[in-house]
């Protein structure tokens, strides 16, 4: 005799026999029972799910000679026809080979004509969703108002391209995945029928392997049932024929991707690829291997065995690695498997771009630590912070960017109309020296540097208000703002709630108000108190003010600065302020001409004043 699969050898010839599916099996039942058969039903749902062979044993149901019944006998002649696929009233069509307008009224022709030998004649289209718009529209009418004694069974994986007016015209029954234990439960089954000898974790790997597919893991235990020898066939024996990367392979290339130790991942993939596993196929299976890692990191140990199906020991193996890395790193990882996976299958060279996305892979776990982008970024704001120990990584830490010292004296916002060609490239120098200095000192101090939690503690509101004033002086980025302050200003008020500065002139009490030395003030206030978006209030002195003589302390201690460093600042404060001095004079004198301005403007129309003040413009005679 020729071989059967096993697929076709143990498919189900009775409802009962249906592995899962138990709300469509419940359904059918029922309706032979109470003898409510519908004229078309629409079976839809993945692939070896049971759709095609749940129409044959409901076809079996109805024209068995004792039905309808839901044990057919499987004896009579209609049975043995329909189990053999020679029967005269069931007939079923692939609607991938006969999808043409002119098979549908090839079937249409045939339908008038009167079951031979059963009870019902019976159409079972399979994989309907083949067929063309026309040869759809064909049917409608027959579907709607079948001929007596017509049924028409219509399977299909892809219900979305069937027509909404076909579907509105069955009765239509969804059938779901199967669950892995189900299918591991038939395998063992047919394994003991068939008496392979193959390891529980093995059947558990096939039913993982085939998605939900009864056929696909009856083919599957077909296919290892050859290497059927002495010893049972396990997990590796499946890895090597299907091609699959084993979980303690997987584990030493995780490993060494979460550790960013590159050499070792190279080295491990090395090995890979020369066992002859594609690329593509060592992505997919890290990929789903970093799944399993996400999982059992976020879930209870009794969902992550089910969800991942695996044993206590790789369990035990993961929640490990989970220890090391963070959950946002595991998706960042999984995201990146899949973009290089699509450039894997584009791609001419999918070894170079393998050793690429596995080199860039150890990279980004190290780049992406969030303790270390925390503290990139505290130092980038240059706040004062009181530093905390974390644990740190077997890694070396990532290199810091150097941050961008003295921002505020490129481009101070005034006098910068006022300048002349040659004073601002004789600042700007100063500038750049002081800038060098300060990135040199700051790279020094970072290297000799731990890694710390990057949260600033709450500065302490206790003490003389000279002594807080002088530590808010000292955390202002901005040295005009800060040469200005020291002049001019007199604290009133300094805490988290509320912080108060008096101007002692008008016209620098709007220079401070807004603008960017308004917001050095404010960025140096919520830093000081660890906050956000504190309140600043500057006004003009007012009765009960007390004047706050030089600070007597600053804390903490400012890190020690080159003497030309210091100097440079200093001329550059002095030429700041004896700018901001002349420009009191200034503003006298143009307040003058705004009044004659202003005695000119009563001469015209409102019109004309307006459009002078929109523009900033006067009239010319």
Known sequence: MNYIPLYRKYRPQKLEEVVGQEHIKKALKSAIELNKISHAYLFTGPRGTGKTSTARIFAKSLNCKEGPTISPCGVCENCVDITNSTPMDVIEIDAASNRKVEDAQNILEKVMYAPVNSRYKIYIIDEVH?????????????????????????????????????KSRCQRFDFKRITTEDIVRHLRYISEKEKINITDEALYTIAKNSAGGMRDSIALLDQLSILDGKDAINTDDINNLLGRLSFDTLKDLSDAIINSVPQNALETLENIYNSGNEPVQILSNLMDYLKNLLIVKTSKKEIALELTQSNDEQISILSKQAELVETHQIIFLIDKCSEYIKELKLTNNPRLWLEVAIIDLSNLTENTKLVELQNRISRLEGGNFEPVKVAAYKTAPSPVSKPEILKEHAKPDILKEKKTDEHAKSKDSKVDTIQKEEEKASVDEVKNTEEYAPMPKSKSTDGDISVLWGQLLSLIQSTPARALLKQWANPIKISPDETVIAMKNEMFMKQVQSGSKHQAIVDAVDNMFAQKGSNLIIRLPQAGDEDVKQPKTVVPAPVPRPKAIEESEQEIAIEEVQELKNEVVKKDDQAKLKDADTIASSMHSDNVNM???LFDGKVID
Not at 133 to 139: D, E, I, R
Not at 155 to 164: F, G, Q, R, S, Y
């Open 611 to 613: 459009v002078l003040e």
């Open 130 to 166: 083949m067929l063309s718009t026309t040869a759809f529209n064909a049917l409608l009418k027959t579907l709607e108002e079948p001929p007596k004694n017509v049924i028409f069974i219509l399977a299909t994986t892809e219900v979305h391209k069937v027509l909404d007016t076909i």
